[in-house]
């Protein structure tokens, strides 16, 4: 029993001189160490924290995309484990508040983003100026301008989800834990907040193009094109397009799109995207998924040579089975090429 004492206890010793085995969550990275001992590495994993951290609540298979589907009467989800896709989404009077899995996604995950891209903003105020210990004032600009941006996007969520007069979302976040909560304001102060955000983030993403123009982190696949901060400028200009028009201000609206990349001449496709893969550590693209259906509405609306409904570059494709589930029937298809244009083709009884 002594013998096997002092080896465990040899062991125990071993282990503890190895050093500290944990390893931080990079993309979230903790407040203090950003605001007190900001380097550069930590600055870029945190820039880089930001683009997955806006792409965690998209698509998933009860996702933004997804469940903005169901209730715009675009799709079906017809997972069997789980009625509530219909019996929540399109057949109660009223969603469940106090169900995390149908909305509270679309709230917690936006705001931690925010959150994240204050605790960055933070850091680069305390960093100095040293491309070989922190950053440049470009640099600085850069990531600054791509944070506000991804702060208005995840921000443009929460008013999407809750775009109540008087009731949407807190927009003054950037508080200490012990402080009093920001107070809910109505849609009108969120995107106006949203507005702000991108015009901020503009006149740093026009700094940063200046002086360099390059962002000193991985943006991702997702954005190519639109990878530098005067490219990426051009989306930043489509988000505030979007918001502008939510607001009804419609000459604002015309300068944003003059800056943007939206041009009817060019085609639909183009645009910065959210990339997804299968690799280790990365986020698959939950939308793919045999449960998901096209509502009828989709294929009864479309117009005439709209590439996303017909013609080879179709994501609709038809099987022969017919899937009914509470009363709605659809026939499933579904495409394994390429296999992110999996979609099926329904007949809903329900509008």
Not at 74 to 86: G, K, W
Request: hydrophobic letters at 40%.
């Amino acid at each position: 029993m002594k013998r096997w004492t002092w080896i465990a206890a040899g062991a125990l010793a071993l282990c503890l001189g190895c050093g500290d085995i944990d390893v931080p969550n990079l993309n979230n990275l903790p407040f203090e160490l950003l605001k007190d001992r900001p380097t550069r590495t930590l600055i870029i994993n945190a820039s880089t924290g930001l683009v997955i951290g806006s792409r965690t609540y998209l698509a998933q298979p009860n996702g933004y995309v997804a469940m903005l589907g169901i209730l715009g009467r675009e799709s079906y989800n017809f997972d069997r484990a789980d009625p509530r896709f219909i019996s929540e989404m399109l057949e109660a009077p009223a969603l469940d508040p106090g169900s995390p899995a149908f909305g509270g996604n679309f709230w917690n995950q936006p705001y931690s983003n925010i959150r994240n891209a204050n605790t960055l903003i933070t850091a680069l105020d305390a960093i100095e100026t040293d491309p070989d210990k922190g950053v440049t004032d470009e640099e600085r600009a850069a990531i600054r301008g791509f944070a506000r941006t991804i702060q208005a996007l995840d921000l443009l969520t929460i008013a999407n989800t809750r775009y109540n007069a008087t009731n949407c979302g807190p927009v003054d976040v950037n508080r200490a834990p012990t402080d009093p909560l920001a107070p809910i304001v109505g849609k009108d102060a969120v995107l106006a907040q949203v507005s702000q955000l991108l015009d901020d983030a503009q006149a740093d993403l026009v700094t940063a193009a200046g002086g360099g123009d390059r962002f000193p982190f991985q943006i991702g696949s997702g954005y190519a094109g639109f990878n530098k901060p005067s490219s990426f400028l051009k989306v930043n200009r489509a988000l505030q397009v979007r918001a502008r028009v939510y607001q009804q201000q419609w000459a604002l609206a015309g300068t944003a799109l003059a800056g943007s990349f939206v041009d009817d001449t060019k085609p639909m496709s183009l645009g910065a995207y959210h990339a997804y893969a299968n690799g280790s550590g990365d986020t698959s693209n939950g939308l793919i998924s045999p449960n998901l259906f096209v509502h009828p509405k989709v294929l009864a609306d479309a117009e005439p040579g709209d590439e996303r409904i017909f013609g080879a570059r179709s994501k609709i494709t038809t099987l022969s089975e017919t899937t009914t589930v509470r009363n709605i029937s659809s026939t499933c298809c579904s495409r394994s090429t390429p296999p992110a244009r999996r979609r099926c083709r329904s007949s809903g009884t329900r509008s």
